[in-house]
T-cell receptor, first 114, second 117 residues
Framework: DAGVIQSPRHEVTEMGQEVTLRCKPISGHDYLFWYRQTMMRGLELLIYFNNNVPIDDSGMPEDRFSAKMPNASFSTLKIQPSEPRDSAVYFC????????????FGAGTRLSVL | AQTVTQSQPEMSVQEAETVTLSCTYDTSESDYYLFWYKQPPSRQMILVIRQEAYKQQNATENRFSVNFQKAAKSFSLKISDSQLGDAAMYFCAYRSARRAGSYQLTFGKGTKLSVIP
């Protein structure tokens, strides 16, 4: 398997623009997670899905952020409108059912909002 | 809520030597999992090692081993025979085993490891 695939690898945009980050989980995995990494806050969970259904979105910072998982092989994280403080690395991870199972991470998307 | 603390922002080790990275955590649960992830400059988060809290035996993966002290809530990572490719950020992470569906990872702030040739 190719692992978790995220696109784009880098995104540079201007404040106020819409940004869409994409993730393809490992085939067969039941869970998909979106994390954000910043110097100040470290790695923090934004939202996660189980069988395409959002389970916990309490980490989503505000209404400007939204995430969808229309099918088992694709998820998006959208920021509209984007702000400079959204600049971070966004990771997608997937895993099988069960807490002992490993979360496999994508390579992340580095977002810069100017 | 669980918290994970890595008290060493940066560490360095001479190539071929041994280094230990510290991690402590706070939880009221008795059943959980602990992980060490490595993040090299490429940004990819890579699992290094995993420990189940109900197992007393410390996990080992080749040159990587842990010292799991459940009563002290301590989970340190030992890297033996350090190699240049071990240079990376290392993150300690906690995951609850109790609550169904609550499989998120709680991460520490990380330790940056440098390997000196």
């Amino acid at each position: 398997d190719a692992g978790v695939i995220q696109s784009p690898r880098h995104e540079v945009t201007e404040m106020g623009q819409e940004v869409t980050l994409r993730c393809k989980p490992i085939s067969g995995h039941d869970y998909l997670f979106w994390y954000r990494q910043t110097m100040m806050r470290g790695l923090e969970l934004l939202i996660y899905f189980n069988n395409n259904v959002p389970i916990d979105d309490s980490g989503m910072p505000e209404d400007r952020f939204s995430a969808k998982m229309p099918n088992a092989s694709f998820s998006t994280l959208k920021i509209q409108p984007s702000e400079p403080r959204d600049s971070a690395v966004y990771f997608c991870a997937s895993s099988l059912e069960g807490p002992k199972n490993i979360q496999y991470f994508g390579a992340g998307t580095r977002l810069s909002v100017l | 809520a669980q918290t994970v603390t890595q008290s060493q922002p940066e560490m360095s080790v001479q190539e071929a030597e041994t280094v230990t990275l510290s991690c402590t955590y706070d939880t009221s649960e008795s059943d959980y999992y602990l992980f060490w992830y490595k993040q090299p400059p490429s940004r990819q988060m890579i699992l290094v090692i995993r420990q189940e809290a109900y197992k007393q035996q410390n996990a080992t993966e080749n040159r990587f081993s842990v010292n799991f002290q459940k009563a002290a809530k301590s989970f340190s990572l030992k890297i033996s025979d350090s190699q240049l490719g071990d240079a990376a950020m290392y993150f300690c992470a906690y995951r609850s085993a109790r609550r169904a569906g609550s499989y998120q990872l709680t991460f520490g702030k990380g330790t940056k490891l440098s390997v000196i040739p």
